[in-house]
């Protein structure tokens, strides 16, 4: 089981990819993906390392997440979470205050600890 502070910082650190997912739109990026694929990759990435395919950070953003543990969420999503879901987790969470908690699935929280050390 995970620690509070765990938790929070999981849930802060989702927030931020959460939050990102538009600014990947201003970059080019497609805003609003209806499958797993390189368009919602490339969102995801952004939002999850804070980084462009360029590996630089886009409009004042910041480095999050490493890109090894990036690409083990995504992976895991794709293979294990349909992609309905993960995109109304995604737009639910979109609409949470900055310092809220907020609760994950046990399915998509078993797919950020199998990555957990990545």
């Known amino acids: 089981m995970s620690s509070p502070s765990r938790v929070r ?9 959460l939050c990102l997912i538009p600014l990947a739109a201003a970059c080019g990026v497609e805003r609003d993906p209806s ?10 990435m952004l939002g999850c390392t804070g ?11 910041e480095k999050l997440a490493s890109k ?10 794709e293979e294990k979470i349909p992609f309905e ?3 109304e987790f995604e737009e639910a969470q979109s609409q949470v ?9 046990d399915n998509i929280q078993s797919v950020f600890d199998d990555c957990e050390g990545a």
């Open 68 to 77: 090894s543990y990036c690409d083990c969420v995504y992976e895991g999503l």
């Open 85 to 87: 879901e993960a995109k």
């Open 9 to 17: 910082n999981r849930t802060r650190y989702l927030l931020a990819i």
């Open 97 to 105: 205050e900055d310092d809220a908690d907020i609760e994950i699935p």
């Open 35 to 44: 499958e797993y694929g390189d368009a919602y990759r490339e969102n995801f």
């Open 51 to 61: 980084l462009d395919e360029n590996g630089d950070v886009p409009n004042g953003g």
